[in-house]
């Protein structure tokens, strides 16, 4: 079993910036795929980024390229997801998940394991 704690979410202006941080713990991560989804009211869950746990390597969806950067801790079993120039359409509950044999197809939140809670992130304009 894999927990999975977000938090960092909250209220923030439009063009602010907010740090979410999602605590893994259960197993013993190496070469797994973590990945932030986020869902807004009445609309579908969409990939926003992940990150290889080995290699470091990274994958942005479009929409949060050049504003969101996501990285790991390995020492605390933590991955961030750095958000900046936030707007209202990044208002969404957004989840962090684990996927334990990846495939490289990051995007699909359906090939993920485990999920957290998510946390609420509210853009205001």
């Known amino acids: 079993q894999v927990q999975l704690v977000e938090s960092g979410g909250g209220l923030v202006q439009a063009g602010g910036s907010l740090k979410l941080s999602c605590a893994a713990s259960?197993?013993?991560?190496?070469?797994?795929?973590m990945g932030w989804f986020r869902q807004a009211p009445e609309k579908e869950r969409e990939f926003v980024a992940a990150?290889?746990?080995?290699?470091?390597?990274?994958y942005y969806a479009d929409s949060v390229k050049g504003r969101f950067t996501i990285s790991r801790d390995s020492a605390k079993n933590t991955i961030y997801l750095q958000m900046n120039s936030l707007n209202a359409e990044d208002t969404a509950v957004y989840f962090c998940?684990?996927?334990?044999?990846?495939?490289?197809?990051?995007?699909?939140?359906?090939?993920?394991?485990?999920w957290g809670q998510g946390t609420q992130v509210t853009v205001s304009s």
């Open positions: 990150i290889r746990w080995g290699a470091g390597s990274t």
């Open positions: 259960g197993r013993t991560f190496s070469n797994y795929l």
């Open positions: 998940a684990v996927d334990l044999n990846p495939l490289g197809h990051w995007w699909r939140g359906s090939l993920y394991d485990y």
